[in-house]
């Protein structure tokens, strides 16, 4: 399964290829980066085929996360791909949000990363 | 007849030494200057008249101007009065106007903060992993890994510079723009500047809008650089034409949302370009909103003129961000197609001393 992350900050990148170090090098887990919303969708459409995990930032400029989440669950007649929202502490607003588009589940900021390797792993 | 001419033709007629016709000449004479002398009366009778009235007139009139004069002292107190009641207001506008937009800034101070904080806190944590994994290398005695594991740690550390960096710019930019006294001059990057007050503004009205959502379209000179300016001044330029693009291209998106034809597909876009030129450098913010009407562009730099709903805008913006342009030598211009869109320009000059550095 491959893990697409969206996020507006290139460095996120570098991040999660560190973070889960270990776990890629063992081909545990498999990641891809977007760096906008339009981004996410056109690398979703060269990776149809293959089961997704998106993580997705809120805030980033152009197509927002909520805007992509929302397309994501409208377009993709198969089976939708796992969203997983990463939403600012305390932004009930986004997050309700989020919750009534149907993302699956949601990590806070500043990312747990213990918790989401957690996560990762177990949907996977 | 006049008496002492009676009598002296009383005298004429009872004298003996005169001969008749002379009597006669003389008779005629003094007639002639008794009716003389009547006119005469009459006409200084009449002057008299006048003047008389004149006086009366003049009378009237000097009462009148110093009623007058009276008024205008009393007018003059009362205008001076509200001068310094306006001056008053207006400091407390401007104040108001950058309170607002430093408002408009914690916002997106805070958002664009926690970003980089968090990357000095992964960066960090992450980098202390690494170093626990290359000390197992090293016993292991696997050299290639400890080396790729060194230059990631290298890596990170200069990532935490960078993201502490950022953070630290923020907040000066913040402590800045708060500050009432007109700042220094010095060299500044026009492009990180634009890049830096462009975020700011557009988290601040994120966080403030959950709704408001529009794309960014940055176009950068690199051959830009530096430029003397008061940063913050510019700054608050910046932050303030961008705050009216967003604005606008986000009212012809709700416009538009209301339409049943569902035109909705509307993208609301603001583009900040910068560019070199000969003699002058231009930062030019550009939107798709609605653009403004011929009849009132003129009016748009001018105090206090709003289109916005009250709460929504001061109609300082503009009137403030062209009297700091003009401070820097510089020109602020406008033009707009109504319905399709606006630009505002700002030029400023590149001095000699400039080109050196
Ligand atoms: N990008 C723009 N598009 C359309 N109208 C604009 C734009 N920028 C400024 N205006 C017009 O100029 C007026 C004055 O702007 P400004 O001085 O910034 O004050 P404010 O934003 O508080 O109204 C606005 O109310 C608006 O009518
Ligand atoms: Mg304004």
């Known amino acids: 399964m491959k893990i697409l992350v969206v996020d507006d900050e290139q460095d996120v990148k570098v991040l999660f290829q560190q973070r889960f170090r270990k776990e890629i090098k063992k081909g545990e887990l498999d990641f891809?980066?977007?760096?906008?919303?339009?981004?996410?969708?056109?690398?979703?459409?060269?990776?149809?085929?293959?089961?997704?995990?998106?993580?997705?930032?809120?805030?980033?400029?152009?197509?927002?996360?909520?805007?992509l989440l929302e397309i994501i669950k409208k377009d993709y007649v198969a089976p939708p791909p796992v969203v997983m929202m990463v939403t600012a502490y305390g932004d009930e607003e986004n997050f309700n949000t989020a919750k009534a588009?149907?993302?699956?589940?949601?990590?806070?900021?500043?990312?747990?990363?213990?918790?989401?390797?957690?996560?990762?792993?177990?949907?996977? | 007849m006049n008496q002492n001419l009676q009598h002296i033709l009383d005298l004429i007629n009872e004298s003996s030494k005169l001969s008749e016709d002379d009597k006669t000449i003389v008779h005629n004479a003094l007639k002639k200057a008794d009716k003389d002398l009547v006119i005469s009366e009459f006409k200084l009778e009449r002057t008299n008249k006048v003047k008389r009235t004149t006086a009366i007139l003049l009378e009237e009139t000097i009462e009148e101007l110093e009623q007058k004069q009276a008024a205008i002292k009393q007018t003059n107190i009362a205008l001076n009065k509200s001068l310094e009641d306006l001056k008053s207001t207006q400091a407390q506008l401007v104040q108001a106007e950058k309170m607002a937009s430093l408002g408009e800034l914690t916002a997106g101070i805070a958002h664009e903060i926690q970003n980089p904080l968090n990357f000095v806190n992964n960066f960090s944590e992450v980098s202390k992993e690494l170093l626990e994994e290359m000390l197992e290398e090293l016993q292991n005695g696997d050299t290639e890994e400890v080396n790729a594991i060194a230059n990631d740690v290298i890596q990170n550390l200069e990532k935490i510079v960078h993201h502490g960096q950022r953070a630290d710019g923020i907040i000066k930019g913040m402590l800045q723009h708060s500050r009432t006294n007109s700042g220094e001059k010095e060299a500044t990057d026009i492009n990180v500047l634009v890049d830096e007050y462009l975020r700011l503004a557009y988290h601040g009205l994120r966080s403030k809008d959950k709704t408001f959502n529009a794309s960014l379209d940055t176009n950068y000179d690199d051959s830009v650089g530096k430029l003397n300016i008061v940063p913050q001044d510019i700054g608050r330029v910046i932050l303030n034409l961008i705050t009216n693009a967003f604005y606008a291209s986000n009212e012809k998106k709700k416009e538009l949302e209301k339409e049943p034809s569902g035109l909705n597909r509307f993208q609301p876009t603001v583009s900040i370009t910068t560019k070199k030129e000969n003699n002058h450098i231009e930062i030019k913010v550009s939107d798709n909103g609605n653009g403004i009407p011929k009849d009132i562009i003129a009016k748009i730099f001018q105090p206090f003129f709003t289109t916005k709903p009250t709460g929504q805008g001061t109609g300082l913006g503009l009137s403030l961000s062209y009297d700091i342009i003009t401070a820097h030598k510089g020109e602020l211009n406008a033009n707009s197609t109504e319905g399709q869109g606006t630009e505002i320009i700002i030029s400023l000059p590149i001095k000699d001393q400039d080109k050196w550095k």
């Open chain 1, 32 to 67: 891809v980066f977007a760096f906008s919303g339009e981004e996410a969708i056109k690398t979703l459409e060269t990776i149809a085929h293959e089961a997704v995990l998106i993580l997705s930032d809120i805030n980033m400029p152009g197509m927002s996360g909520l805007q």
């Open chain 1, 101 to 124: 588009l149907g993302a699956d589940d949601f990590l806070t900021k500043p990312v747990d990363f213990k918790l989401l390797k957690e996560k990762l792993i177990q949907k996977k």
